[in-house]
């Protein structure tokens, strides 16, 4: 075929397709309300600016330091406090999680998951684990080595950050060794070092699940119940002003009488229960999440008699609390993320985005004091672990450990850090929404779980058409963030969502 050939029917070509898309652009114009208005295709949101529900914390949004995984190398070669602050991180959970339970602050260089008081003999492999960690090191080194984050650099990054330090006690190497006395030393030296260097640490968690059947001490309930009051009554007669947070209970196995005992034993020095929550440990696929709103705490593990959305489990944690006489006794997950299974492991970064996102406002909408994603970092041996769990973060697990979207859809959340939720409603099940009032800025968040593009109508008393909004939108059709268009008018906004999106829109008055 001849080039001019083949140009005459490229040309006919883009007239056709400028033809259809004029076409398109007219039947846009004229049927575009119509299609809308479809009721699977509309969505309304309502507002109610005079009904305020509960403050969220200036730490709201938390995530886990694992001291042994957050090296000096890697913090200060990837730019990781310059990836937290972007992230808008308001709180700082330290020295991990199960680590908790082997780690004595006053020796860090000890690989993570080994306990210093165990037999030497048995030093130089984790229990159950081996060499599982990248940044092994040999026990005649544990002494001199600095290359892990120690108690004073993190309290340098939480301040650089402005973050609310979380820090954790071990209660499990006094118990498992018969040493409770010195264990409990050993915390209360803690707290005093922590004063005497001007470090302002409010909370402080009575070890990381101690239930589990891999910590270093399983604890049954009553010996758990025995260690809380037993550290809690010693530190809060020299402390009284810290808040002491303990994990009594599984997420997977979480009842009110377990709760009650727990609260009946040792109320009286707890000021927080934590609860962790990985969604769908085992089952977690797009197709369970789109079926569920909103989101459960099932897993492989819970049976489905007791399946209760979080908000409900959250309710029963506060019924528990009222009815042990302790109504003032919070509620924080300092363990979240989505759980591994074979589907979620190819999980796109922005699906991992907009299923965090779901559960950090299920958790801001009902009460929840401070989170924690686990974990920002963590690295094992593949020659070890060869197949290995994965818990996305706002960094990629490998180096250079880039941002990824979970860090744009922080830094959208993370303006609610002190802010009011407002009541609102949604016509639509399959939306979850979230208000909040953080003053001359109002925040609107919205996860469309439709395989549908909506158009959502929003009405909002007292809002003023000289309103300025932006809006910005985290799509799984897409791998980047990007902005749309609000139409304002008084007392109500208008935007269209993608399918399976989270959004933001931010009206300042």
Request: glycine share 6%.
């Amino acid at each position: 075929m001849s080039c001019s050939k083949l140009q005459a029917i490229a040309l006919t070509l883009v007239i056709t397709t400028l033809s259809q898309a004029n076409a398109f652009e007219a039947v846009t114009a004229a049927e575009k309300d119509a299609f809308y208005s479809r009721s699977e295709r509309e969505v309304s949101i309502r507002v109610d600016p005079n009904r305020k529900k509960h403050r969220i914390h200036p730490g709201f949004l938390g995530i886990n330091l694992s001291y042994f995984n957050t090296t000096d190398e890697i913090w200060e070669s990837y730019r990781l406090p310059e990836r937290l602050k972007a992230a808008g991180i308001g709180a700082l959970r330290y020295p991990g999680g199960e680590e908790t339970s082997f780690f004595h602050w006053r020796h860090p260089g000890v690989n993570g998951y080994e306990d210093i008081w165990d037999d030497p003999s048995v030093w130089g492999t984790s229990p159950g684990r081996g060499k599982f960690q990248t940044t092994w090191v040999a026990p005649e080194i544990w002494k001199s080595n600095q290359t892990f984050m120690d108690f004073d650099e993190f309290m340098t990054a939480s301040r650089n950050l402005g973050a609310e330090p979380i820090v954790g006690l071990n209660l499990s190497s006094g118990r498992k060794h018969d040493r409770r006395e010195e264990g409990l030393q050993q915390a209360l030296d803690w707290i005093h070092y922590s004063r005497d260097q001007g470090y302002e640490v409010t909370y402080w968690f009575l070890d990381n699940e101690p239930w589990h059947h891999e910590a270093n001490y399983t604890f049954s309930l009553d010996e758990y119940i025995e260690d809380c009051l037993y550290f809690g009554r010693a530190i809060k007669e020299q402390f009284p002003d810290i808040k002491l947070i303990a994990n009594p209970a599984s997420g997977s196995n979480l009842n009110k009488e377990w709760l009650k005992k727990f609260l009946s034993g040792a109320g009286t020095v707890i000021d927080y229960i934590d609860i962790h929550w990985y969604w769908a440990w085992g089952i977690s696929n797009f197709d369970h999440w789109q079926r569920e709103t909103p989101l459960t705490s099932d897993d492989k593990w819970r049976s489905p008699p007791t399946q209760r959305t979080y908000g409900e489990d959250i309710a029963m944690i506060r019924e528990a609390c009222a009815e042990t006489g302790f109504p003032d006794i919070g509620v924080m997950v300092l363990e979240w993320n989505i759980a591994p299974s074979r589907e979620s492991e190819i999980f796109s970064q922005s699906l991992i985005a907009v299923i965090q996102a779901e559960m950090l406002l299920e958790f801001a909408a009902n009460g929840i004091e401070m989170t924690a994603l686990w974990p920002l970092l963590w690295q094992t041996s593949r020659d070890v672990w060869p197949e290995q769990d994965s818990f996305p973060s706002i960094v990629t697990a490998a180096p250079p450990f880039r941002p990824t979207l979970s860090s744009d859809m922080f830094r959208l959340l993370a303006n609610i850090q002190g802010g009011t939720v407002l009541a609102s409603e949604s016509s639509q099940k399959d939306v979850v929404q979230l208000v909040v009032d953080c003053g001359d800025t109002a925040l609107l968040y919205l996860i469309n779980k439709s395989d549908l593009r909506r158009k959502v109508s929003v009405k909002w008393p007292g809002l003023s058409s000289d309103s300025t909004t932006t809006a910005s939108q985290i799509s799984t059709k897409l791998q980047t963030p990007f902005h749309t268009t609000v139409q304002t008018a008084k007392g109500h906004l208008s935007f269209f969502v993608d399918p399976n999106s989270f959004t933001c829109v931010e009206i300042k008055n």
